[in-house]
Nanobody
Framework: QVQLVESGGGLVQTGGSLRLSCAAS????????MGWLRQAPGKERDFVAS????????DYADSVKGRFTVSRDNAKNTVYLQMNSLKPEDTAVYYC???????????????????WGQGTQVTVSS
């Protein structure tokens, strides 16, 4: 059974940092490219960051470039999102997602991710 389990969310003040982790299990083969997406109350789920299977290619939403860094450790089946200089507008539920073994390239499109975690809440206070 495929599982993606996020951790590391919480409450932080403006300007603070958090590191999210996503542990993958149950995949046949590999997870393919991985992504982080977020959803604020009353809004659609938006792309945040994506990393290719090899880890050599990353992509970011304009709103987080220079502040967030996505990385992965395939030996640990884990992907990370380091979030620095957090702003109140970063408040959302953050979801980890995987494209699956035949899709190694990054994607900004939520519909191109086949597997999803349950999400972790990030709240940035002003």
């Amino acid at each position: 059974q495929v599982q993606l389990v996020e951790s590391g969310g919480g409450l932080v003040q403006t300007g603070g940092s958090l590191r999210l982790s996503c542990a993958a299990s149950g995949f046949t083969g590999n997870t393919g490219a991985m992504g982080w997406l977020r959803q604020a109350p009353g809004k659609e789920r938006d792309f945040v960051a994506s990393i290719s299977w090899s880890g050599r290619t990353t992509d970011y939403a304009d709103s987080v470039k220079g502040r967030f860094t996505v990385s992965r450790d395939n030996a640990k089946n884990t992907v990370y999102l380091q979030m620095n200089s957090l702003k109140p507008e970063d408040t959302a539920v953050y979801y980890c997602a995987a494209r699956g073994r035949y899709n190694s390239g990054t994607s900004k499109a939520p519909w191109e991710y086949a597997y999803w975690g349950q999400g972790t809440q990030v709240t940035v206070s002003s």
